[in-house]
Each structure stands twice: as structure tokens, then as C-alpha cells.
């Protein structure tokens, strides 16, 4: 093929006598690098390559990193991976090999990327976020995703999102919005762990979480500057009382003194919030993970003291009284899983009393089926969506919260 039959077959002279005169008209100071992005921009977008790679999460275990690349550059992202784990979430695909890393290396996920998720989406076009997400789907062919792994397919769905941002030159949250089809994105209200407890800290605490929400500020960065400062003076708080032992974090960041009860994190947190000087502007929120304590019908406050355990079982209606004295004597606008996975009727139950936010997580476990059934149920108002943890793709019908804070 001799050199004009080429410039002819791509239309090359046509394409860069365009960009030429683009760069004219518009008077570019440095028409070089004008006309190279002009021409960028006629290049159809596309997938070329993606590469896995096994890295370590905050905790120090494996996870999965991808980059994934287009004519725009190379993106890169990492599946996040939680605490907990239930029966009815997607499959966070692990080796296995108990000889290496405890069993929880993701060698197997990375090599179904490199080997079978690459070949399907290489020339997809990035924008198109669903039908890649789709297309992973349905290579998988399972209901738990537990062929190639949530953690391989959610690594790629959060790497090819921000290639589809980059390829329509707006910001990552912006492109979220779009295909979602919300306009006006906002910023939620941070929800921050200051008091860790359950299997998440090794003291003697039940209750998983204690959470200021800064609901009462003006901006996200003001809401962070009042939720740094209140985490401070709790931290002067605990040493006062605990001594510098008691300012030990829990798995999440939270302090985790010495506590055993629910009113003894609650009074040092509200102490805090005193000294910072945020009365009435910061609310307070719990992560019960009550099924982490439940024993048949009842719950075993004490269930991290060896010399104390069955000693302070509580019925799920003694439960019920608890959490409805915690919300008059404390400023508490939320509370996320109160009783056990498969309580059903406690959690309606409770739900429908309307002192608080009930929050699902382990009662719903992001499976759209038994979000369906909360839906119908009326088992809680809100919902915490766990990403990696999604069996199937959420119908627009099937996402739902109550009340809600945010900044705009």
C-alpha cells in the first residue's frame, strides 16, 4: 500500500486539515498540543487492555487492583473488602490456601480478570457503564456472582467508571450522577465512628459502633471540622477516664476503651461533643450488629466476657425497651441492625415504633430479594449498600431510605 492509498483508506488529510483549521480558529497558543488533543477526540473510545494485580487493603489482607486502559489513559481501581460476611451476599472470590495469607489470597480472581473479563471487554466502549457491567454478569453466569468473583468484577466496574468519566471530561461523581439520572448529586452527611465495640474491638462492649453524625453544620467541610474536633476531645476524654490505654482503635478508627455498656460509650461521646461545643448540632447513631450476640431468641450483652456471659441475656422485647430509652436520653437519630439477620419480626416491629432511622445491613445483606421483602415488610427504612456484596443488579424500585441528612 503505497503512502497516499493509506492517507486515503483513513481518511487521514481530511481528519488532520480538520484539526488545523480547529486550531486557527480558535487561536491556540501551542497548536501542537492543540491539534494532538483534537485529535484524541476523534478517536472512538474504547477498552484496550486490562491488568490485574493482587494488592493488600487497609486491614493487610489481599485484595485486587485493576488498570484498566482506553485511548484516554490508564485507570485504576481496587474492590474494597468489609469486616463481615453473609449467607446470602455475592461471592468475594478467595484461593482458598490456608498455607498462604490465611486462605484470603485473591490469585484466582486476579487470573479470571487478566484472562477472561479482559478478553470479553476489550473494544467495549467505557461510557456505556451497564452493558460492561452486564457483560461481566452474564460471563459469570451465576446468581452469587461466585464463577469470577464479586471482588474481580466490582474492581473493574469502579475502574471502567472512571474511564467513563475521564472519556466524557467530567468529574467521576458527575458521571455517577448521570447514570443514575439524578441532576443534582449532593454530599451526604458523614456518619463517623468514634466508639468501637462487638468483634470489631477488644473490649467489652456489645454494640458494634458509635457514630456522630454533624448534621447541624453548613458545608461537608464543616461537618468533617466538627467531627475531627469532637474525635479529639473524646480522645482527652477517655485518657481522663480510661487512662492512655483507653484511646486504643478499634478494627474501623474508633476508640475502644474499657466500656461495657450502652450509656457508658454514649455518656463519654456526649461529653465530647460538650467540650467541642456542638450541643444540638451533632446527632448520635449505632451499628448494634446485634447478630453477632444473638443466642437463639436472646441477646447476650456480656457475650465478650468469659466470667460474665449468660448472665445478662436480654429477650428481643427487653431489646425493644433499651433502644427506646437510649433514643429518649440521647440524641440518637439512627440505628442499624438491631436484632438478629433473621429476626424479621423484632425489625418490623421496631421499625414501625418510628423513634429512630432503622438501618439494614445484615438483615439485608444488599440481595435484592430480601430488600424486596423489607420493602414489602416494612422491616426497616433505610438501607447500608454494600457494593461487593450485591448478588444481582438493584432495580431503580429497589433502593429506598428513610430520613436522610445532607449538604447541598
Known amino acids: 500500500m503505497s503512502v497516499q492509498e493509506y492517507l486515503d483508506k483513513h481518511m487521514l488529510s481530511r481528519k488532520i486539515e480538520d484539526a488545523v483549521n480547529a ?29 490485574a494485580r493482587q494488592i493488600f ?62 478478553e470479553a471487554l476489550i ?52 458521571h455517577i450522577a448521570d447514570l443514575s439520572c439524578k441532576p443534582g448529586p449532593v454530599l451526604p452527611v458523614p456518619a463517623i465512628t468514634v466508639i468501637s465495640g462487638g468483634k470489631h474491638a477488644g473490649n467489652n462492649l456489645a454494640v458494634q459502633e458509635i457514630m456522630i453524625l454533624p448534621i447541624g453544620a453548613n458545608s461537608f467541610e464543616e461537618a468533617m471540622q466538627m467531627g475531627s474536633e469532637t474525635y479529639h476531645h473524646l480522645k482527652a476524654v477517655i485518657t481522663e477516664k480510661y487512662g492512655s490505654a483507653g484511646c486504643n482503635v478499634g478494627d474501623d478508627g474508633g476508640f475502644a476503651p474499657n466500656i461495657s455498656s450502652f450509656t457508658e460509650g454514649l455518656d463519654i461521646v456526649k461529653e465530647a461533643i460538650d467540650r467541642a461545643g456542638y450541643n444540638d448540632r451533632i446527632k448520635l447513631a449505632m451499628d448494634v450488629a446485634a447478630t453477632d450476640f444473638c443466642i437463639g431468641k436472646k441477646y447476650d450483652l456480656d457475650f465478650k466476657s468469659p466470667n460474665k456471659s449468660g448472665q445478662n ?28 439477620k433473621d429476626d424479621w419480626e423484632l425489625n418490623k416491629l421496631f421499625s414501625g415504633l418510628g423513634i429512630c432511622q432503622a438501618v439494614g445491613d445484615e438483615l439485608l445483606m444488599s440481595n435484592p ?38 449538604y447541598p
Open 23 to 51: 486550531a486557527v480558529r480558535a487561536k491556540a497558543p501551542d497548536p501542537v498540543l492543540f491539534i494532538s488533543n483534537h485529535m484524541k477526540k476523534a478517536v472512538p473510545s474504547a477498552i484496550t487492555k486490562i491488568k
Open 57 to 118: 487493603d487497609s486491614r493487610g489482607i489481599p485484595t485486587v487492583e485493576v488498570d484498566l486502559y482506553t485511548n484516554k489513559g490508564m485507570f485504576r481501581a481496587a474492590s474494597p473488602s468489609g469486616a463481615s460476611f453473609g449467607l446470602h451476599e455475592a461471592v468475594e472470590l478467595r484461593d482458598g490456601d490456608k498455607g498462604k495469607y490465611l486462605g484470603k489470597g485473591v490469585s484466582k480472581a486476579v487470573k479470571n480478570i487478566n484472562e477472561k473479563i479482559s
Open 123 to 174: 473494544g467495549m466502549d467505557p461510557t456505556l457503564q451497564s452493558q460492561i457491567d452486564q457483560a461481566m454478569v452474564d460471563l459469570d453466569k451465576t446468581e452469587n456472582k461466585g464463577e469470577l468473583g464479586a471482588n474481580a468484577i466490582l474492581a473493574v466496574s469502579i475502574a471502567a467508571c472512571k474511564a467513563g468519566a475521564a472519556e466524557k471530561e467530567v468529574p467521576l461523581y458527575k
Open 313 to 340: 441475656f436480654k429477650t428481643g422485647e427487653d431489646m425493644i425497651e433499651i433502644y427506646t430509652q437510649l433514643c429518649s436520653d440521647y440524641p440518637i437519630v439512627s440505628i442499624e441492625d438491631p436484632f438478629d
Open 369 to 406: 430479594k430480601r430488600i424486596e421483602r423489607a420493602i414489602n415488610e416494612s422491616a426497616c427504612n433505610a438501607l447500608l449498600l454494600k457494593l461487593l456484596r450485591i448478588e444481582e443488579e438493584l432495580g431503580s424500585d429497589a433502593v429506598y431510605a428513610g430520613e436522610s441528612w445532607r
